[in-house]
Every structure is written in C-alpha cells, then in structure tokens.
C-alpha cells in the first residue's frame, strides 16, 4: 500500500480515562499531519484468538452464546481473549479445552482481523483445530453456553441467511471456505 | 437456530459509567440463567453504515487512514457513524458524498454484521453504491484520508494476503465477491 500523503499521527498525551471490572479506555491527544489536533479515545485490549474445530468427518463445532451488549444469542466458533504471556496459538489450544473440551493435534493460523480499528486495538487471530480429542470442558464461571455440531454447508447458508452476523465467525467461515476449495 | 437451554440473562441494574469525548461505557448488572449473577461491560454505539462505490468501470473506491488505536495506516471502503435520527441508509449516502465527493443513484444493502458481540452494541449495514456522479468532498475535521481507485481483482488479492484487515472492509468484499460472481 502506497501512501500519496502522510497521515500519521503523533500522540502528544496518553491517559487512562476508564478502567471498569472489564474494560479499559485510553484518551490519546494527537498530532495531526496537517498540524492540526484531535482527541482518540479507545479500548485497550490483549487480543484475541479464534477457532474452528473441524472433526473428523468435516462437521464444524459451533457455540450459541448469549451476547448481553446485543440481548440475544449469536451463533461463534470458540474464541477468548489472550492471557497475560500468551501467545494467540496458546489461547486458541486453552480456549479449545475450556469452551469445547477438545485438544487439537493441528491448530493452523489463517489469518489476522481487527475488529475495531475506530475506537479498539483488539486483533483476532483465527484458527483452524484438527485431529481432535476429547476431554472435559472447563467453562469460565458465568459462561453458559450451548454446544452444536454443524456442518459446514448448512453453517455457510446461514451466514448467507444473515443469521451469522458475528464478524470473527463470518470471517472465519469465509477464509476456510477458500481453504477447503483451495482457491487460496 | 434452536436452543438447547435458554441463554437469557435478565438485566438488574444498569448505568452508564464512562462518557468520555466519544465513547460511551455502560455497566450493567445481570441474573444469568443458572441464577448466578455477572457484570457486563459494553460500548454503546448508534450502529453504523459502510459502503463499496463501485466506478462504471467496475472498479472500486477504497479511502486509506491512519487509525490511531493500532497506530498505522488501514485500506477500507467509506464508512460512518449514523447521526441522530438518520437510517443507516441515509448515512451510507452521507457518507459517501463527504469522504468520496460522489452521489450515488443505487444503493444496495448486502448485510449487517456486528463487529464487537462481546463488548459493544454496535452493528454496521454494509451496502454497495452503484451509478456515481461527482459533487465535493466534504471530510470531517480531522479526518485526513487518502483516496484510491482499486481493481476488485488488486482489493481481494490484498484481503488474500492479510493486507486488508479490517473486518468490515473485509466482509464488504467476500460479500460482494459472492454477489459478483452469483453465488448467493
């Protein structure tokens, strides 16, 4: 990517301006490239990590979780945040166990997404988990969710349908639709 | 979608705990299903509207910025906040006439996607603008952007290659890949 003009921008000043039981707010006084000067606010995150679990005989592992911010349920693939010295390949395998209660020998990266690029600094990796095991489950306390097996067809006619409206979830049917037609 | 269990969890208390010069964080207390209770934090957002002009020669208008929570430079299609009292309609045509100077006669909505299930409400209507004339850009204060005039064969192609990350932008284009080339 080639930029005709210079559009960084300096930060002059930095504060903390929330710091809540979850969420943390950075208010930033910037530098313009045109000389001029702005205030950025947004949310400090560790970034995150996704994964697909595909068994054995192709069928994807989906979670149906109830999303407050929204009040309604959304249809994921397992994901959560990096803990403090993880790298993302670790939270996907840790993830994996918890949410799922699978251990994948394969865990292959396809991509990086930023979710938020107006007002957040989160990144998702996004992961595919194969060659699965089983053992039990360790759900965070107050994460109640529901556990579907789905095949990848009827998983992508719902992201058609508009019923899979999660940007990670989309997303990452998206890429591994391109992978499993190897058209990248 | 059908569920296993219910999910609902019943809001108790509520209150905004941070408004800062744009970011709005809402604190609200809730009853899970299991009768246990958890704290929720989330951003609270207008929803928002992103579209693809798409040029009579098919090529397509993609706008690079410098976003300051990642500290570097994004390629994404025009998109904006909705203002009080608009449709997210409304605002992809605002939009367009501000950051890109065009008008124009169609404007198609592919989806809605929800960027920040987790910790934020926001949604954004991804549409395609179609049938362009040209008036004057009017960009916001502060808002310094380079514009570009993209293949859709180059946009995909750096989507492939982790250049395009953002997750809007980047469901912009799988959607309208698949409209292209009449998948769905």
Known sequence: MKSKKDLTEKTIESELVFQGHWLKVQRDKVLLPDGGKSI????????AALMIP?????????????????????LEFPAGKIDHGETSLQTAHRELREEVGAVAKSMQLMTRIHPVIGYGDEFIDLYMAKDLTWVDPEPDEGEILNIQEISFDEAFALLRQGQITDVKTSLALFWYEKILNAKW
């Not at 950025?40 to 970034?47: A, D, Q």
């Not at 994807?60 to 999303?67: A, F, G, K, S, W």
Request: charged fraction near 30%.
């Open 54 to 74: 595909v068994l054995d005989d192709g069928r994807l592992v989906m979670i149906e979780q109830y999303r407050h911010p929204l009040k309604r349920n959304f």
């Open 40 to 47: 950025r606010e947004y949310v400090l995150h560790p970034g």
